[in-house]
DNA sequence: CTTGAAAATTTCCCCCT
DNA sequence: AGGGGGAAATTTTCAAG
């Protein structure tokens, strides 16, 4: 989890990765000046090192008939560590919630939360905050276009 | 974008594919019944129909020093096209905006931002926000814990 | 859809700097 | 330590049943 030393070369092949993880090694290789083997080298080590947590395939939400989004901000009533981690673990386990940031501010938690329809989206309301005596408060943006959906980290340069 | 009729096992190829995209055809084959060639033809049809819009490395923004996370809500002055249209592209511009969304409520824009330190957040802030007349003010909240980060969409039964 | 062969890509080993 | 080149192993792609 230390900063493993990353160099230019480092850089520029997260780069392409964070866009396609499928480029081949030796399309990267000849974009940077790196053999096919030296790419793959290195791209196995930033996944060893952690830098690399994991390659996964982007879904269409709309092409599997998953048509809302929805940002979700909640207030708990008391804050404290007990009941902080009993949401982590309620979230983690619901499909529904994309991402769910701890925050500072007037809410505790700010969720991202994907559902087919708004039938759905009352159900996980009730489960996750009417059925949860420790949420003192929340409140729904709809989100009309998702105007840029991604994970990547700017690389200096990127 | 028409739906292209997912049966169960193409689900169950992108519920693993979601997770892991460099999951080998073979082993998905094993886990649901399904010949090596036959998962690597439904994946490449899932790939053309835009099912799967694309494959991602995941770079851990701690690991290269991007070590603080905001969830900003913005106010526009106005609501009009051009406006939306402008800002749009401002931040598709923008490395620092990991996300964007275009959302109803008090907010017009609800927007993630990864900065290396605060010093960045505020030259985000001052070129996004103030630089830009069209906006009439903004919230930042930071994110203390990622509790959880990705753009994982719910597949019956996912 | 499956099997089996061909093509492509990744991985490993050794030598070099 | 880190890179280059080539061989071996794995994975994907293609053709035929």
New binding site residues.
Partial sequence: MPDA?L?S?DQAILRRLQVDC??????I?AQI?????????????LRETGVITKEVAVVDPKAVGVNMSFVVSVEMERERIEVIEAFRKQVLDDPAVQQCYYVTGSADFVLMVVCRDMAEFEAFTRRAFFDNGEVRHFTTSVVMDRMKVGLTVPLNGG
Avoid: H
Avoid at 22 to 27: D, F, G, M
Avoid at 38 to 44: E, F, G, N
């Fill in positions: 030393t160099d070369l499928r480029a081949i090694a030796e399309s290789g000046g790196l053999s096919a083997a030296a790419v793959q080298r290195r791209i196995k080590r």
